[in-house]
């Protein structure tokens, strides 16, 4: 930790990251359920859930470390379970949005694959209203406090990312429909015709509905399911100046990252964590790795694409990081690239935005002026449900914020 943080104190410091006006632009709706609520719904719709209290839940369910991201993606069977009906939907999407609040988060990009939702009780267009509903009515609240309301401090804003899946399963009645309509196709085809399904829905609905869809996403297990599968989708929303961003480099190397960008369009990279490791290059055409590396981190650096980092899932996930000094998110300071801290799963992986600005400051080398940039940059990189010039008003009044509770940390 910089000496300037050590003469503050980790609780005036916590109390400080918690003040401070902040962004999470990479939080899953299905892994950010309270545990409570989890149990509550489990219950009353006879759902079976491996404990029904919320130390169990903590022990069994959502762990410490798991053996894998496939291993991590488990956990979300019980979560989207009880996700399929809409009062349900829109409590879930209000209580993250609080929670957020509660700790100074002012600008959320909620993310979730809608048709994992998709029954006899709600089609696309209910699905994506009851959570905009949701998160609507929370920042209708929070905007209503006579300190926000009278402009003293930054309002709470939120945006909607859909989530296509990389793969696909019968997993929710919606799937397990599609599935069937393609009986001769193969697994990699029908995926690749559920994204384009989502990416012409989505684009329909954020423009006859009116709900702040803000980006397109691609999700799920990444080794063995190539981003490029999916580019028709990208395409589509890429035409409908829809911004997006990928999960690339959680499970697999370079090569992703550079897909990601190249064949989908890609604004922002999810987690990109592999995007040094030269050993998961698996292309033979690729003689020099190391220059491959530092061109395409190079590439990233020039046009800004901001890389969302999850320290704490990224190390349950990946077991052979070890130390959280050994992230790389080291080397992307390093290398000066636009990173923005965020949570991935707040239940699951058992965190807050809070907790993992202060996990950055604690284990990689930070200064006041690297933090502040650190969380401004993800105001500067959302994809705002606005106008720039409102997006470039909102930013200066976060920035002004932010200037207003750590000018008397760090006035000594």
Known sequence: MDDQFLKIGREKLESLVRRLPKTDLHVHLDGSIRPDTLIDISRRDNLRLPSYTVDGLNEILFKDQYDSLADYLTTFSYTCAVMQKPEDLERIAYELAQDNQAEGVRYIEVRFAPQLHINDRMNMAEVMVAVDNGLKRAAQEFNRRPEVAGGGEPPFYYGIIACAMRNIGPWSDYYSDFINCFSYSNEEEISRLASLELAKAILKIRDDLDIPVVGFDLAGAEDGFPAGNHWEAFQHVHEGFLPKTVHAGEAYGPESIFQAITELHTDRIGHGYFLFDQSRIEDREIKDKNRYVRNLTQFIADRRITIEICLTSNMQTNPTIG?????????????????????????????????EILLALEHFPQSEKSLRNMIIQGFKRSFFPASYTQKRQYVRQCIDYYRKIAGGFFSN
């Open 323 to 355: 130390r959280l000094e050994d992230h790389s998110f080291k080397k992307m300071l390093d290398a000066n690239l636009s990173t923005t801290i965020c949570t991935d799963n707040r239940t699951v992986s058992k965190t807050t935005v809070t907790r």
